[in-house]
């Protein structure tokens, strides 16, 4: 791998990445900020936390200048800030959930479904299956076989 060195002293004040040594078991470490100074074969380069790390020439494995930091994001609407209602939309209120929520104050222990065929909405069974009923008895796609041809 080849590494460039793309800086200089006229560099001052612009935002660059430095590759430098360290020692340890990973032999390569980023630094990533202003550079503030170059004097004496050792660069000062402050982070965007504050903090100033110098680097030397020699330690200095690869370098680049970057383009300035992007500006900081808007923020989304905030607690307290008043968010406009869509027109035609219904303004829930703060405490109360919007209509169609299920809010759960205590735990379910077991969920249960009604007996379908108690309320007599009992789904259509599906013609050829062994659930289909004729005259009360159960009728497979291998018997309605043999009644046609026999």
């Known amino acids: ?4 060195v793309r ?4 560099d001052i004040g612009a935002r660059a990445m430095i590759r430098r040594r360290i020692p340890g078991p990973i032999p390569l470490s980023d630094v990533l900020g202003t550079l503030r100074s170059w004097s004496a074969h050792v660069l000062t380069v402050e982070t965007a936390e504050g903090t100033r790390v110098q680097v030397t020439e020699d330690d200095m494995v690869a370098a680049r200048v970057i ?4 500006p900081a994001r808007r923020s989304r609407a905030g607690a307290d800030a008043q968010v406009p209602t869509a027109p035609g939309r219904l303004e829930a209120a703060a405490d109360e959930p919007a209509p169609g ?7 379910v222990g077991r969920a249960t479904i009604p ?8 789904p259509n069974p599906v013609p050829g299956t062994a659930t289909e009923t ?8 291998s018997d309605a076989g043999e009644a046609a041809r026999g």
């Open 115 to 122: 007996d379908m065929m108690e309320q007599g909405t009992a």
């Open 101 to 107: 929520t299920i809010v759960r104050t205590r735990p």
């Open 1 to 4: 791998m080849v590494y460039v």
């Open 67 to 70: 383009p300035p930091r992007p």
């Open 7 to 10: 800086i200089t002293q006229a």
């Open 134 to 141: 004729t005259g009360g008895q159960a009728e497979s796609p």
